[in-house]
């Protein structure tokens, strides 16, 4: 049984494995009434490399929007910054705001020395911030997903729940990059759940990959697998 667990676990870190990535920053004082900044970068968090200038024209692609405590959704403009593309929103009400990306129309890719074929990726991002003292409120939306179950406060357990097409993503790989830059690579439950304690204030960025070997043609080009890249924030003020 170990053996087994092992070689899945050497199968699916790979995907972990390809540097660069998107990934979004969140910030402001977390208060009702001031405006909060969202940050959307590429490169290698870990490595605190964030690319500039054409390298970034790939974000002009994503499809951004806040959710609000209520549940209703503003759209949100991305402009081109020195190293990011930025946007900002006002939290009018106390609760959970969630920043929203979703690319799925970047072109096939070859990732064949990343030992991933050819591919077609889809990237979606979340940024979680709690302003005041609202009711956390969090739902999965995308096909791959990570969510918190509880409230996240420095030295307290959160429990993140990881979903693959609405259902929990068992045993899922994840990387978990803390505020000062540390990067460890984890393992979910059979139940898709993984503990996270913050030990400080800061963005802890949660990264999973899931390969769908489900071959196909997009924009007249065939690909052997679909790679889905889902990267959470939680932001701690």
């Not at 024209?57 to 759209?75: H, Q, Y």
């Not at 979680?128 to 995308?142: E, H, R």
């Not at 990059?177 to 984890?186: C, E, I, N, S, V």
């Not at 489900?214 to 889902?230: H, V």
């Amino acid at each position: 049984m170990k053996k087994s667990f092992l070689f899945l676990c050497l199968l699916l870190f790979p995907l972990l494995s390809e540097a660069h990535s998107y990934w979004l920053e969140l910030k402001g004082s977390g208060k009702v009434g001031q405006p909060m900044t969202v940050q959307c970068y590429f490169g290698e968090l870990e490595n605190g490399l964030r690319e500039k200038a054409d390298k970034l024209a790939g974000i002009k692609a994503f499809t951004a929007s806040v959710l609000m405590p209520d549940g209703t959704t503003e759209p949100l403009t991305l402009t081109p910054a020195d190293n990011c593309y930025q946007a900002q929103f006002t939290p009018k009400q106390p609760g959970t705001y969630q920043v929203l990306l979703v690319n799925d129309t970047r072109a096939v890719q070859d990732l064949t020395k990343h030992h991933l074929g050819i591919v077609r990726p889809r990237d979606y991002l979340r940024a979680i911030c709690q302003v005041g003292n609202g009711p956390l409120s969090t739902n999965p939306k995308y096909y791959l997903d990570v969510i918190p179950h509880d409230l996240p406060a420095v030295g307290k357990p959160t429990v993140l729940l990881i979903t693959k097409d609405g259902a929990a993503y068992a045993n899922a790989p994840v990387k978990l990059t803390t505020p000062d830059g540390k990067q460890t690579k984890q393992t979910a439950d059979a139940s898709g759940r993984l503990t996270l304690t913050p030990t400080g204030a800061g963005q802890y960025v949660v990264d999973v990959d899931f390969l769908d070997k489900t071959p196909g043609q997009y924009e007249g080009k065939d690909y052997e697998a679909i790679r889905n890249k889902m990267a959470l924030t939680l932001t701690l003020l």
